[in-house]
């Protein structure tokens, strides 16, 4: 696997929890818009039914805010987030079976793009890049479990096809921890071929 990878983060979250933390965080909302706007002796019926609008739109705002980058707060883990920010830049090495083994360890630059919902990942080398199909974190804290598996389809540069054709693959990446600065794991081609990845984090985004 020597290239670019983009993927799709697909991830089962604390259901129950996000239930209790949208319900709480609108009732908080509510109540404290209530405090700030009612006269207790005599409470307005009309403005507070007025409030509801405005606890919507709070809500909608804050939890678009989450989505995009709030959910990178340590505030956040692991109670509500199950995943660990792994944006940045990184750069490791593959070693690979292909060609009976005799290849050096091959160079990488790795750029991730992570979002609460999606992650893209760009590997290039100096031979091809890679394009995911899929990707999905296992997360299994009872297992000690926490992985990012994807698909991918390889592409090396029009001068190096004759020896090492278009391919599938899958990919499994080992990770510990929410403060992630280093990964490694394994690939498999449908070249049959297989190979090992490390990885280390040079710069956060």
Do not use: C
């Not at 939890?63 to 692991?78: E, R």
């Not at 080398?125 to 990707?135: D, H, P, Q």
């Not at 000690?144 to 540069?157: I, M, V, W």
Request: proline share 3%; glycine share 8%.
């Amino acid at each position: 696997m020597h290239g670019i990878i983009w993927g799709t983060e697909m991830v089962t979250h604390n259901i129950r929890a996000f239930a209790f933390a949208i319900l709480g965080f609108a009732f908080g909302t509510y109540i404290i818009i209530f405090l700030l706007t009612q006269d207790l002796s005599s409470i307005d019926f009309a403005k507070a039914l007025s409030h509801i609008t405005t606890t919507i739109s709070i809500n909608i705002i804050f939890w678009l805010a989450f989505i995009k980058l709030l959910w990178k707060f340590k505030l956040f883990y692991p109670w509500l987030v199950q995943v660990p920010d792994l944006s940045g830049k990184w750069e490791g090495t593959i070693n690979s079976n292909w060609e009976n083994g005799d290849l050096n360890p091959i160079p990488m630059e790795i750029t991730i793009e992570q979002t609460f919902l999606n992650v893209q990942v760009r590997i290039k080398t100096e031979e091809s890049r890679s394009f995911s199909l899929g990707a999905s974190f296992n997360i299994d804290k009872d297992r000690g479990q926490q992985q990012l598996f994807y698909s991918y389809l390889n592409t090396p540069k029009p001068g190096v096809r004759e020896r090492s054709g278009i391919h599938y693959g899958s990919a499994l990446l080992l990770f510990d921890g929410f403060e992630v600065d280093d990964m490694e794991g394994e690939y498999w081609t449908s070249r049959e071929t297989t190979g090992e990845m490390n990885l280390k984090r040079v710069k956060d985004a």
